[in-house]
């Protein structure tokens, strides 16, 4: 069974950078056919897919958090990471790691596999 976990702060200060690690379990992330998505839920509003890395360790991002995003990998621990810079209260939210086949972008039915989320609350 696939499982994605993801972890770091739960509380960031505004203007600091935000980092989590997704930490796969019983996939590879050098896997060919599959992305290792961010996404991102900010209370009472829809999902929002931030970005993904392939097996190749290309990254992909949204054009509008691209200034802020970087996404990385360790092929050694099986781990990927998101860090969000400048942080303000707006990113706020439930952050999610999953796996897509075949495909990048925003949630489908192409994603199979999704860590719990994590709450991130960014304030002072």
């Known amino acids: 069974q696939v499982q994605l976990q993801e972890s770091g702060p739960g509380l960031v200060k505004p203007s600091q950078t935000l980092s989590l690690t997704c930490t796969v379990s019983s996939s590879s992330i050098t896997t060919t056919y599959y992305y290792w998505s961010w996404v991102r839920q900010p209370p009472g509003k829809g999902m929002e897919w931030m970005g993904a890395i392939d097996d190749n360790g290309a990254t992909y991002y949204n054009p509008s958090l691209k200034s802020r995003t970087s996404i990385s990998r360790d092929t050694s621990n099986n781990q990927f990471s998101l860090q969000l810079t400048s942080v303000t209260p707006e990113d706020t939210a439930v952050y999610y790691c999953?796996?897509?086949?075949?495909?990048?972008?925003?949630?489908?039915?192409?994603?199979?596999?999704w860590g719990q989320g994590t709450q991130v609350t960014v304030s002072s």
């Open positions: 999953a796996r897509a086949r075949g495909t990048v972008g925003p949630p489908s039915s192409q994603y199979d596999y």
